[in-house]
Protein backbone atom coordinates (compact mmCIF):
# COMPACT_ATOMS: atom_id res chain seq x y z
CA UNK A 1 0.00 0.00 0.00
CA UNK A 2 1.05 3.62 -0.71
CA UNK A 3 2.59 5.31 2.24
CA UNK A 4 1.08 8.16 1.51
CA UNK A 5 -2.22 6.84 1.85
CA UNK A 6 -1.81 5.97 5.67
CA UNK A 7 -2.79 7.95 8.68
CA UNK A 8 -0.64 9.99 10.38
CA UNK A 9 -0.11 9.70 13.87
CA UNK A 10 -1.02 12.84 15.87
CA UNK A 11 2.26 14.99 17.45
CA UNK A 12 0.32 14.26 21.26
CA UNK A 13 0.21 10.53 20.73
CA UNK A 14 3.59 10.55 19.71
CA UNK A 15 4.50 12.16 23.02
CA UNK A 16 2.09 9.30 24.86
CA UNK A 17 3.88 6.50 22.77
CA UNK A 18 7.30 8.49 23.80
CA UNK A 19 6.70 8.30 27.60
CA UNK A 20 5.73 4.48 27.97
CA UNK A 21 8.42 3.48 25.52
CA UNK A 22 10.78 5.47 27.68
CA UNK A 23 9.48 3.52 30.58
CA UNK A 24 9.80 0.05 28.88
CA UNK A 25 13.18 1.05 28.41
CA UNK A 26 14.08 2.28 31.30
CA UNK A 27 12.98 -1.19 32.70
CA UNK A 28 14.70 -3.34 30.25
CA UNK A 29 17.96 -1.58 30.61
CA UNK A 30 18.72 -1.48 34.31
CA UNK A 31 16.73 -4.64 35.13
CA UNK A 32 17.06 -7.52 32.28
CA UNK A 33 21.32 -7.66 32.89
CA UNK A 34 20.22 -7.52 36.83
CA UNK A 35 17.75 -10.25 36.73
CA UNK A 36 20.01 -12.51 34.18
CA UNK A 37 22.78 -12.13 37.04
CA UNK A 38 20.74 -13.13 39.68
CA UNK A 39 19.77 -16.32 38.18
CA UNK A 40 23.78 -16.82 37.58
CA UNK A 41 24.48 -15.79 41.43
CA UNK A 42 21.97 -18.36 42.90
CA UNK A 43 22.71 -21.52 41.58
CA UNK A 44 21.98 -20.75 37.83
CA UNK A 45 24.63 -22.29 34.86
CA UNK A 46 22.61 -23.09 31.88
CA UNK A 47 24.04 -20.33 29.18
CA UNK A 48 21.60 -21.82 26.54
CA UNK A 49 18.69 -20.91 28.74
CA UNK A 50 19.91 -17.21 29.48
CA UNK A 51 20.88 -17.18 25.79
CA UNK A 52 16.71 -17.99 25.17
CA UNK A 53 15.02 -15.84 27.68
CA UNK A 54 16.20 -12.57 25.54
CA UNK A 55 14.18 -13.23 22.99
CA UNK A 56 11.51 -16.31 23.93
CA UNK A 57 9.04 -13.74 25.20
CA UNK A 58 8.74 -12.19 21.45
CA UNK A 59 4.75 -13.01 21.23
CA UNK A 60 4.18 -10.23 23.34
CA UNK A 61 5.10 -7.80 20.53
CA UNK A 62 1.57 -9.28 19.01
CA UNK A 63 -0.23 -6.98 21.30
CA UNK A 64 1.15 -3.43 19.81
CA UNK A 65 1.30 -5.07 16.19
CA UNK A 66 -2.36 -5.88 16.72
CA UNK A 67 -3.24 -2.70 18.11
CA UNK A 68 -1.15 -0.33 15.07
CA UNK A 69 -3.12 -2.78 12.26
CA UNK A 70 -6.70 -1.82 13.76
CA UNK A 71 -5.49 1.57 14.19
CA UNK A 72 -4.33 1.51 10.65
CA UNK A 73 -7.72 -0.60 9.58
CA UNK A 74 -9.53 1.96 11.13
CA UNK A 75 -8.18 5.24 9.99
CA UNK A 76 -8.12 4.18 6.48
CA UNK A 77 -10.40 5.19 4.31
CA UNK A 78 -10.55 2.02 1.37
CA UNK A 79 -10.52 0.02 4.68
CA UNK A 80 -7.68 -2.13 2.86
CA UNK A 81 -4.87 -2.00 5.15
CA UNK A 82 -2.26 -5.01 4.49
CA UNK A 83 -2.30 -7.57 7.05
CA UNK A 84 2.09 -7.85 6.31
CA UNK A 85 4.03 -5.14 5.14
CA UNK A 86 7.01 -7.07 4.92
CA UNK A 87 8.32 -8.40 1.52
CA UNK A 88 9.86 -11.61 1.00
CA UNK A 89 13.06 -10.04 0.48
CA UNK A 90 13.86 -8.42 3.60
CA UNK A 91 11.99 -11.63 5.61
CA UNK A 92 14.89 -13.34 4.22
CA UNK A 93 17.42 -10.43 5.56
CA UNK A 94 15.66 -10.47 8.15
CA UNK A 95 16.30 -13.90 9.63
CA UNK A 96 20.25 -13.57 9.18
CA UNK A 97 19.89 -10.37 11.18
CA UNK A 98 18.42 -13.25 13.93
CA UNK A 99 21.30 -15.60 13.74
CA UNK A 100 23.43 -12.82 14.53
CA UNK A 101 21.21 -12.15 17.34
CA UNK A 102 21.53 -15.43 18.59
CA UNK A 103 25.35 -15.40 18.87
CA UNK A 104 24.80 -11.87 20.41
CA UNK A 105 22.80 -13.19 23.04
CA UNK A 106 24.89 -16.59 23.76
CA UNK A 107 28.16 -14.48 23.98
CA UNK A 108 26.47 -11.59 26.36
CA UNK A 109 24.92 -14.66 28.45
CA UNK A 110 28.23 -16.34 28.71
CA UNK A 111 29.62 -12.63 29.89
CA UNK A 112 27.33 -12.20 32.31
CA UNK A 113 27.73 -15.70 33.98
CA UNK A 114 31.59 -14.66 34.73
CA UNK A 115 31.37 -10.79 35.22
CA UNK A 116 30.04 -9.09 37.68
CA UNK A 117 27.38 -6.63 35.90
CA UNK A 118 28.81 -3.05 36.24
CA UNK A 119 32.02 -4.68 34.50
CA UNK A 120 29.49 -6.09 31.49
CA UNK A 121 27.63 -3.43 31.40
CA UNK A 122 31.06 -1.08 30.84
CA UNK A 123 31.97 -3.44 28.35
CA UNK A 124 28.91 -3.87 26.72
CA UNK A 125 29.56 0.40 26.29
CA UNK A 126 32.18 -0.30 23.89
CA UNK A 127 29.53 -1.33 21.33
CA UNK A 128 28.71 2.16 20.00
CA UNK A 129 33.13 1.76 18.71
CA UNK A 130 31.62 -1.15 16.84
CA UNK A 131 28.47 0.53 15.95
CA UNK A 132 30.59 3.42 14.24
CA UNK A 133 33.39 1.06 13.09
CA UNK A 134 31.12 -1.01 11.25
CA UNK A 135 28.61 2.00 10.00
CA UNK A 136 31.39 3.44 8.33
CA UNK A 137 32.02 -0.05 6.33
CA UNK A 138 28.50 -0.77 5.63
CA UNK A 139 26.27 2.03 5.33
CA UNK A 140 28.99 4.52 4.87
CA UNK A 141 28.73 6.89 7.76
CA UNK A 142 31.46 9.62 8.20
CA UNK A 143 33.56 10.49 11.11
CA UNK A 144 33.70 13.22 12.59
CA UNK A 145 35.88 14.76 15.17
CA UNK A 146 33.27 14.17 18.13
CA UNK A 147 33.32 10.03 16.89
CA UNK A 148 36.68 9.75 16.47
CA UNK A 149 36.72 10.87 19.88
CA UNK A 150 33.87 9.03 21.31
CA UNK A 151 35.69 5.91 19.89
CA UNK A 152 39.30 6.88 21.52
CA UNK A 153 37.71 7.38 24.75
CA UNK A 154 35.28 3.68 24.34
CA UNK A 155 38.89 1.76 23.52
CA UNK A 156 40.55 3.91 26.54
CA UNK A 157 37.60 2.73 29.17
CA UNK A 158 37.73 -1.19 27.92
CA UNK A 159 41.62 -0.96 28.27
CA UNK A 160 41.53 0.18 31.73
CA UNK A 161 39.20 -2.45 32.72
CA UNK A 162 41.44 -4.92 30.94
CA UNK A 163 44.80 -4.07 32.81
CA UNK A 164 42.80 -4.52 35.97
CA UNK A 165 40.57 -7.22 35.42
CA UNK A 166 41.69 -9.36 38.00
CA UNK A 167 40.58 -6.84 40.97
CA UNK A 168 36.64 -8.30 40.25
CA UNK A 169 36.83 -11.63 39.44
CA UNK A 170 33.77 -13.26 41.31
CA UNK A 171 35.13 -15.47 44.24
CA UNK A 172 35.27 -18.81 43.03
CA UNK A 173 35.81 -18.30 39.34
CA UNK A 174 39.02 -19.07 37.74
CA UNK A 175 41.23 -16.41 36.21
CA UNK A 176 40.82 -18.39 32.47
CA UNK A 177 37.36 -17.97 32.89
CA UNK A 178 36.95 -14.59 34.04
CA UNK A 179 39.15 -14.01 30.71
CA UNK A 180 37.10 -15.61 28.53
CA UNK A 181 33.87 -14.27 29.79
CA UNK A 182 35.54 -10.48 29.34
CA UNK A 183 35.96 -11.59 25.73
CA UNK A 184 32.63 -13.25 25.21
CA UNK A 185 31.53 -9.71 26.34
CA UNK A 186 32.94 -7.86 24.13
CA UNK A 187 31.98 -10.10 21.09
CA UNK A 188 28.70 -9.46 22.04
CA UNK A 189 29.14 -5.85 21.78
CA UNK A 190 31.48 -6.17 18.39
CA UNK A 191 28.63 -8.36 17.16
CA UNK A 192 25.82 -5.86 17.96
CA UNK A 193 27.37 -3.11 16.79
CA UNK A 194 27.74 -5.05 13.54
CA UNK A 195 23.67 -5.77 13.32
CA UNK A 196 22.57 -2.17 13.87
CA UNK A 197 23.86 -0.56 10.47
CA UNK A 198 23.11 -4.11 8.19
CA UNK A 199 19.38 -2.77 9.84
CA UNK A 200 20.13 0.38 8.61
CA UNK A 201 21.27 -0.86 5.39
CA UNK A 202 17.80 -3.46 5.42
CA UNK A 203 16.02 -0.34 5.87
CA UNK A 204 17.69 1.88 3.32
CA UNK A 205 17.32 -1.23 0.22
CA UNK A 206 13.22 -1.69 1.40
CA UNK A 207 11.88 0.58 -1.39
CA UNK A 208 8.67 1.42 1.19
CA UNK A 209 8.17 3.49 3.84
CA UNK A 210 9.60 2.45 7.60
CA UNK A 211 6.34 2.70 10.05
CA UNK A 212 6.18 1.30 13.27
CA UNK A 213 3.99 -1.70 12.33
CA UNK A 214 6.84 -2.88 10.10
CA UNK A 215 9.43 -2.19 12.81
CA UNK A 216 7.33 -4.24 14.70
CA UNK A 217 7.30 -7.38 11.80
CA UNK A 218 11.05 -6.88 11.51
CA UNK A 219 11.48 -7.21 15.32
CA UNK A 220 8.70 -10.58 15.88
CA UNK A 221 10.63 -12.48 12.77
CA UNK A 222 14.12 -11.88 14.39
CA UNK A 223 13.44 -12.57 18.06
CA UNK A 224 11.71 -15.65 16.41
CA UNK A 225 14.59 -16.47 14.38
CA UNK A 226 17.12 -15.67 17.55
CA UNK A 227 15.00 -18.15 19.37
CA UNK A 228 14.92 -20.81 17.39
CA UNK A 229 18.61 -20.71 16.97
CA UNK A 230 19.11 -20.83 21.12
CA UNK A 231 16.24 -23.66 21.17
CA UNK A 232 18.39 -25.65 19.05
CA UNK A 233 21.12 -25.34 21.45
CA UNK A 234 19.60 -26.07 24.47
CA UNK A 235 18.47 -29.55 22.88
CA UNK A 236 21.85 -30.51 22.07
CA UNK A 237 23.03 -29.27 25.45
CA UNK A 238 20.11 -31.00 26.86
CA UNK A 239 18.93 -27.83 29.02
CA UNK A 240 15.34 -28.22 28.77
CA UNK A 241 15.58 -31.60 30.86
CA UNK A 242 17.93 -29.86 33.11
CA UNK A 243 15.35 -27.00 33.90
CA UNK A 244 13.55 -29.22 36.46
CA UNK A 245 16.70 -30.22 38.42
CA UNK A 246 18.25 -26.81 38.60
CA UNK A 247 15.33 -25.48 40.19
CA UNK A 248 15.33 -27.99 42.86
CA UNK A 249 19.06 -26.84 43.80
CA UNK A 250 18.27 -23.15 43.14
CA UNK A 251 19.43 -20.85 46.38
CA UNK A 252 16.33 -19.13 46.46
CA UNK A 253 13.80 -21.98 46.02
CA UNK A 254 12.44 -23.72 43.26
CA UNK A 255 9.20 -21.33 42.58
CA UNK A 256 11.68 -18.08 42.87
CA UNK A 257 13.27 -20.34 40.12
CA UNK A 258 10.27 -19.96 37.68
CA UNK A 259 9.55 -16.26 38.32
CA UNK A 260 13.27 -15.02 38.08
CA UNK A 261 13.33 -17.07 34.28
CA UNK A 262 9.88 -15.64 33.92
CA UNK A 263 10.38 -12.41 34.56
CA UNK A 264 14.35 -12.37 32.94
CA UNK A 265 12.14 -13.20 29.21
CA UNK A 266 9.12 -10.20 30.05
CA UNK A 267 11.89 -7.93 30.83
CA UNK A 268 14.37 -8.21 28.15
CA UNK A 269 11.22 -8.12 26.08
CA UNK A 270 10.38 -4.83 27.70
CA UNK A 271 14.28 -3.43 26.59
CA UNK A 272 13.48 -4.48 23.08
CA UNK A 273 9.52 -3.07 22.49
CA UNK A 274 11.46 0.33 24.37
CA UNK A 275 14.42 0.90 22.49
CA UNK A 276 12.59 0.51 18.87
CA UNK A 277 9.24 2.31 19.95
CA UNK A 278 11.77 5.24 21.62
CA UNK A 279 13.36 5.35 17.71
CA UNK A 280 10.15 5.68 16.10
CA UNK A 281 8.57 8.00 18.80
CA UNK A 282 11.52 10.28 18.76
CA UNK A 283 14.93 8.74 16.99
CA UNK A 284 17.72 6.84 17.67
CA UNK A 285 20.02 9.58 19.37
CA UNK A 286 17.33 10.02 22.26
CA UNK A 287 17.16 6.04 22.00
CA UNK A 288 20.76 5.99 23.05
CA UNK A 289 21.23 8.98 24.86
CA UNK A 290 18.45 6.82 27.53
CA UNK A 291 20.52 3.92 27.49
CA UNK A 292 23.59 5.74 28.41
CA UNK A 293 22.29 7.98 31.17
CA UNK A 294 20.73 4.75 32.42
CA UNK A 295 23.86 2.71 32.36
CA UNK A 296 25.55 4.75 35.65
CA UNK A 297 22.30 3.60 37.50
CA UNK A 298 22.71 -0.25 36.50
CA UNK A 299 26.21 0.08 37.80
CA UNK A 300 24.65 1.62 41.00
CA UNK A 301 21.78 -1.09 41.31
CA UNK A 302 24.64 -4.51 40.69
CA UNK A 303 26.70 -2.48 43.57
CA UNK A 304 24.35 -2.30 46.05
CA UNK A 305 21.94 -5.37 45.10
CA UNK A 306 24.64 -7.70 44.38
CA UNK A 307 27.53 -5.95 47.05
CA UNK A 308 29.70 -5.66 43.88
CA UNK A 309 33.40 -4.07 43.94
CA UNK A 310 33.17 -0.74 42.62
CA UNK A 311 36.69 -0.23 41.83
CA UNK A 312 38.92 2.98 41.04
CA UNK A 313 39.35 1.63 37.66
CA UNK A 314 35.57 0.90 36.91
CA UNK A 315 34.98 4.36 38.02
CA UNK A 316 37.69 5.62 35.69
CA UNK A 317 36.06 3.14 32.86
CA UNK A 318 32.74 4.54 33.34
CA UNK A 319 33.99 8.36 33.52
CA UNK A 320 35.16 7.80 30.06
CA UNK A 321 32.71 6.08 28.72
CA UNK A 322 30.24 8.84 29.40
CA UNK A 323 32.86 11.14 28.24
CA UNK A 324 32.54 8.97 24.88
CA UNK A 325 28.41 8.93 25.05
CA UNK A 326 28.16 12.72 24.96
CA UNK A 327 30.62 13.46 23.05
CA UNK A 328 29.13 11.11 20.26
CA UNK A 329 25.79 12.34 21.05
CA UNK A 330 26.48 15.98 20.62
CA UNK A 331 28.17 15.27 17.48
CA UNK A 332 25.26 13.41 16.04
CA UNK A 333 23.35 15.94 17.52
CA UNK A 334 24.96 18.81 15.24
CA UNK A 335 25.46 16.67 12.44
CA UNK A 336 21.08 16.14 12.66
CA UNK A 337 20.56 19.88 13.51
CA UNK A 338 22.63 20.66 10.24
CA UNK A 339 20.69 18.17 8.50
CA UNK A 340 17.51 19.62 9.04
CA UNK A 341 18.89 23.04 8.58
CA UNK A 342 19.52 22.21 4.63
CA UNK A 343 16.25 19.92 4.46
CA UNK A 344 14.17 21.38 1.63
CA UNK A 345 10.11 21.60 2.74
CA UNK A 346 9.40 19.12 -0.16
CA UNK A 347 11.68 16.33 2.00
CA UNK A 348 10.02 17.34 5.11
CA UNK A 349 6.91 16.62 4.05
CA UNK A 350 7.87 13.46 2.96
CA UNK A 351 9.20 12.11 6.01
CA UNK A 352 6.08 13.43 7.90
CA UNK A 353 3.74 11.16 5.68
CA UNK A 354 6.54 8.33 6.46
CA UNK A 355 5.85 8.52 10.35
CA UNK A 356 2.73 6.13 10.52
CA UNK A 357 1.87 3.55 12.31
Known amino acids: ?25 AVGTCGAPLIMRLYFIKGGKRIWLSCWLQTVAWPINFIPLVISYLYRRKNNNNNSSKLILMTPRIFMATIGIGILQGCVNYSYAYGLAKLPVSTSGLLSSTQLVFTAFFAFIIVRL ?14 IGAVVLALHSGSDRPEGESKKLYILGFIMTLAAAALAGLIFPLVELIYKKAQQAITYTFVLEFQIVYCFVATLFSTIGMIINNDFQAISGEAKTFELGEGRYYVVIILSAIIWQFYSLGSIGVIYSASSLVCGILISVLLPLTEVLAVILYRENFSAEKGISLALSLWGFVSYFYGDYKANNKRKNNQSPEIETIDKINCTP
Open 1 to 25: MDSKMEPQVSSRMKKILLIINSIFL
Open 142 to 155: KFTSYSVNSVFLLT
